[in-house]
């Protein structure tokens, strides 16, 4: 399902403040960002999307959590840091992915962007990823996404109520039976945790990671 049918006008939209953050469940947070739109305003260009796709990770009792053991280095500093901050790394040498920090400062819980509907400057976006027409592949992946938006380390701790990345809330609700939640992925090394059910998506979106 597509979730641009359910869209109000976007001068209704208003982006999330730090606490919609603090609620202290990373899993109900994580699942109340499908439908939320993820925007970047990077070097004069605007890209935006809808978060189809999400998991949460929950600090020093998660053994899939960069923070398990209240791990610190100097890439998790953020994620100690206050809420409503992106937490950003790279993978791979060559894929940033986007993550939300999430609770008060000194819970390192964090929220996982997998993909997004893409919504504006889609033409920047297919430019980005260097393809020629809108297909899931343009951001069905965590990695993928943020390049379509042009996110990189250059935004690590960067607050997401500012001027440069930034969520909305532009009045999707999304019924329970919208909402698919399973096992997160490729975090097998994480024993018993890799089951936790923490990963949510929108049922049937196309743009949901494969």
Known sequence: ?????LLRSPSKSKKLTQDFYLRGDVAQIARMLL????????????????????????????????????????????MYEEDGRAYV?????????????TNRAGKPDAVLIRAIEPLEGVEHMMARRKQKR????LTNGPGK??????????????????DLL???DRGI?????????G???????????????????????PFVSK
């Open 1 to 5: 399902m597509l979730l641009t049918k």
């Open 35 to 78: 439908g939320k739109v993820l925007v970047s305003e990077i070097e004069g260009i605007r890209t935006a999307g809808i978060i189809v796709e999400t998991e949460a990770y929950s600090g020093k009792n998660d053994r899939a959590s960069h923070a398990y053991k209240n791990r610190r280095t100097e890439r998790t500093r953020v």
């Open 89 to 101: 790394y790279l993978i791979y040498g060559m894929y940033h992915l986007l993550n939300v920090v």
């Open 134 to 137: 809108v297909i899931p592949d």
């Open 145 to 162: 996404l943020t390049r379509a938006l042009g996110i990189t380390l250059a935004h690590y701790g960067v607050y997401l109520s500012g």
């Open 166 to 168: 930034w969520i909305e």
């Open 173 to 181: 609700a999304l019924p329970p039976h919208f909402i698919t939640a």
């Open 183 to 205: 096992p997160r992925i490729g975090i097998h090394y994480a024993g018993e945790d890799a089951a936790r059910p923490w990963r949510f998506w929108v049922k049937d979106n």
